[in-house]
Nanobody, 115 residues
């Protein structure tokens, strides 16, 4: 059974930091491209960052220089370090694992940036 379990969300003040984690099980982790997406109320889900099997990373323009994605093969886990958070970063953040035509999503974790 494939599971992607996110954690680390919460309430943070503008300018603060959070680190999200996504633990994967039931997949050959090293064979999957992994990514973080987010969905704000009333908006479509959008790509935040992804890390490919090759190790290449890609970021949405809105988070470049503030967010960093990484993966730990020993823990089958990816991370999203989020710094200099802004109110517009408020959303539910989802983890995605993709390989060929297969996609697996986590249940999401809420991030709220507010004073």
């Amino acid at each position: 059974q494939v599971q992607l379990v996110e954690s680390g969300g919460g309430l943070v003040q503008p300018g603060g930091s959070l680190r999200l984690s996504c633990a994967a099980s039931g997949i050959s982790f090293s064979d999957y491209h992994m990514g973080w997406y987010r969905q704000a109320p009333g908006k479509q889900r959008e790509l935040v960052a992804r890390i490919l099997v090759s190790g290449t990373t890609q970021y949405a323009d809105s988070v470049k220089g503030r967010f960093a994605i990484s993966r730990d093969y020993s823990k089958n886990t990816i991370y999203l370090q989020m710094n200099s958070l802004k109110p517009e970063d408020t959303a539910v953040y989802y983890c995605l694992g993709a390989r060929g035509g297969l996609e697996y999503w986590g249940q999401g974790t809420q991030v709220t940036v507010s004073s």
